[in-house]
């Protein structure tokens, strides 16, 4: 199994940024081959923020292209979010996500950290 740890969130102004970091734990982590970023504004469905895999390939969700990274550590079970030139409308929960693949694919979700970009 993977557990996923957040940290980061908070508040901010428009223009500014944040970091967000996430942990991967437990028995089946060596397997992960995808982790990232997504989020969810009041009233919104869940979009794609960013996703990296372990060779290094990176997606972005087109809204945040140009003003966040994403990266992941060498062993591959941590994952960073920067967020720059922030936005009031980025304003949402971020989720932590990874996915391994054993056989099948298996998606894993952390618990949110809330981002509030005031104008």
């Known amino acids: 199994q993977v557990q996923l740890a957040e940290s980061g969130g908070g508040l901010v102004q428009a223009g500014g940024s944040l970091r967000l970091s996430c942990t991967a734990s437990g028995g089946s982590i060596f397997s992960i081959n995808s982790m990232g970023w997504y989020r969810q504004a009041p009233g919104k469905g869940r979009e794609l923020v960013a996703t990296?895999?372990?060779?290094?390939?990176?997606n972005y969700g087109d809204s945040v292209k140009g003003r966040f990274t994403i990266s992941r550590d060498n062993p591959g079970i941590t994952v960073y979010l920067q967020m720059n030139s922030l936005k009031p409308e980025d304003t949402a929960d971020y989720y932590c996500?990874?996915?391994?693949?054993?056989?099948?694919?298996?998606?894993?979700w952390g618990q949110g950290t809330q981002v509030t970009v005031s104008s």
């Open positions: 996500y990874a996915q391994r693949v054993w056989g099948r694919a298996y998606d894993y």
């Open positions: 990296v895999t372990k060779g290094g390939t990176t």
